[in-house]
């Protein structure tokens, strides 16, 4: 199974990415992920999850800003940020199982 992560970039604060993550190798549709993000230095934590059919459910500091989905057709999952922080950069990682995405960085500035 391979994850491909990819959306990120430069953002100013109060905007907002989209974030992707392509899945090749698996049964797509019967698949849970996950979104997780890492701060250099710091744990990596988890932010966003989505089950095969599609129950969503996040962080308490993901909450009301960023929604998890999920494209089986296209077999793609994707992060939606809104009202983006500086605090919120970070290497944004894919994730399914024991699977994980090479990580994007998104960086928000202020």
């Known amino acids: 199974v391979q994850l491909q992560a990819s959306g990120g970039g430069l953002v100013q604060a109060g905007g907002s990415l989209r974030l992707s993550c392509a899945v090749s190798g698996s049964t797509f549709s019967s698949n849970g992920f996950g979104w997780y993000r890492q701060v250099p230095g710091k744990q990596r934590e988890w932010l966003a999850g989505?089950?095969?059919?599609?129950?969503?459910n996040y962080a308490d500091f993901a909450k009301g800003r960023f929604t998890i989905s999920r494209d089986n057709a296209k077999k793609t999952v994707y992060l939606q940020m809104n009202s983006l922080k500086p605090e919120d950069t970070a290497v944004y990682y894919c994730r399914s199982g024991e699977f994980w995405g090479q990580g994007t960085l998104v960086t928000v500035s202020s």
């Open positions: 989505i089950t095969s059919r599609s129950s969503t």
